[in-house]
């Protein structure tokens, strides 16, 4: 019985991957030529945030707020529909109550405080669905984005009890990875540890991918030199990164980073910076 829920639960976690493609192209047939000029984008378009489709902050809004939200009457109902589903489709359905949640305690639900964008043209080449909002950047791109996961960063985040939160984040959807990350640094001993140690944490929308940069520097510590109960416990962290969203993200995830060398090409960085819990 267990098996066939697995597997029937992995079917349509598929099934709800491929639709979400589906409906993006859907949505962009749907849209009138009015609509596309306010809210699709060359898949190159900037602006004085860069390159526009790979932009991310903790509480940013793609296109306007106000005028463009995905409950305004700039959508149709069908439109607005498919927005909807599109969006819960890139969580794994195990999640949907939590995002719920999350969406609640931030932004006062889903609605009115998100905003989305397409970029290129769905059907004939790359191209990118994105929304945001606060604690909240999501994409859907068909795999178009090559060697890039989710293609392009995504940021979520939880203020469940409040801007500042006790040390024990009580109500954060997101605080068991935090837990889980926290018992991996218990897990190092002491040399490890001050390696590991960022003594000042970058703005929270700056974390940057630094690439063989990053291998070359003294910064963090190299995955590759745990040892094999602490390789394990950090490709749990990694597991418990990956659970909230759909079953075809997180396979592609582990996928690219498989071909860049795994975990072991990465390197573990814990910030000293603010820590709390």
Request: aromatic content about 10%.
């Amino acid at each position: 019985r267990g098996l066939v829920g697995n597997v029937c639960r992995a079917a349509d976690e598929s099934k709800a991957g491929k639709s979400s493609e589906t409906l993006v192209k859907t949505l962009y047939d749907s849209l009138s030529s009015a609509q596309r000029d306010e809210i699709c984008f060359p898949w190159d378009h900037t602006d004085d945030r860069g390159l526009l489709r790979t932009h991310v902050s903790n509480n940013w809004h793609i296109t306007d707020e106000d005028k463009f939200n995905v409950v305004s009457s700039f959508f149709t109902s069908d439109q607005k529909e498919m927005i909807r589903e599109i969006f819960f489709s890139l969580y794994n359905p195990e999640w949907k109550d939590r995002i719920v949640k999350q969406l609640g305690d931030d932004a006062g639900g889903y609605g009115r405080h998100q905003s989305i964008a397409l970029f290129g043209e769905p059907g004939t080449g790359k191209f990118q669905f994105v929304m945001t909002g606060r604690h909240l950047t999501i994409r859907c791109d068909g795999d178009t984005a090559e060697h890039v996961a989710f293609g392009g960063p995504i940021f979520y985040g939880h203020a469940a009890a409040g801007f500042n939160e006790p040390a024990d984040h009580p109500g954060n959807v997101f605080w068991p990875q935090a837990l889980a990350a926290n018992n991996l640094f218990k897990m190092l001993d002491g040399k490890q540890r001050e390696q590991s140690l960022v003594k000042v944490a970058p703005p929270e929308a700056k974390v940057g991918f630094k690439g063989d940069a990053l291998k070359s520097s003294g910064e963090g510590l190299a995955i590759a030199d745990l040892s094999a109960d602490q390789k394990t416990h950090a490709q749990g962290v990694l597991k418990a990164l990956l659970e909230p969203y759909r079953m075809s993200d997180r396979e592609e995830a582990l996928r690219l980073l498989d071909k860049q060398g795994g975990l072991d090409a990465c390197k573990l960085s814990f910030f000293r910076q603010a820590a709390n819990g």
